[in-house]
């Protein structure tokens, strides 16, 4: 379960700093201290990859969105671990601290966001920080933790490479996993749906939540 709002103790002057700063920061910057909100091009992602090709601007979730939908999730969160594929800035992962996962995982392929996000993870309680792992990796080789797995996706790529994702997941499905696909702004759902291994449990403007199709509520 996931606890209520509660800021972090840091000097109120930082608060006041951020605010004239950035007016338009969320709620988990506010909460946290931390650098998540803002626009970035591509061209300044800094990306080297071959798979540049298919990724897309950063931009993150709205918090409230992020935890909207991880309290809809159907299970128990001490089974799971949270990986969240094109971490960005890493606003998903300080999110998923608030709720009792097994170990959350970030994975993504600018090294400008990495880095950043590493500051912001830094920053949270020790106990919590622990459980954390950012990765500079591109998605498209990243090796699955073991376990059942919620994956969160906020429109990071193209269907090349979300093509190779929903695969991959699908087939831990297939060994007897449960699976859940948090994709937020969901451009390209039909990926998921083509493969009829998912189906969706839960429905929201902002986007939808599957469920690998053997997995147990």
Known sequence: MAPG???SPRPLASWWSRLTRDPWSDRIDWQYDADTSGTIRKDALGLSSPNAAHATIYRAALGWVIRLFLRRLPIDYRRFTFVDFGSGKG???????EFDFASIIGVELSPVLHQTALRNIARLPEGRRR????LLQDAASFALPGGDLVAFLYNPFGP???DQVAARLAARGARGHAVFVIYINPKFRDVFERLDAFEPVFEHRKGVIFRYRSAKR
């Open 91 to 97: 606003r998903a992962l300080l999110a998923a601290t």
């Open 131 to 134: 459980l954390v792992r950012a």
């Open 5 to 7: 709002f509660h800021l």
């Open 160 to 162: 090349a490479i979300l």
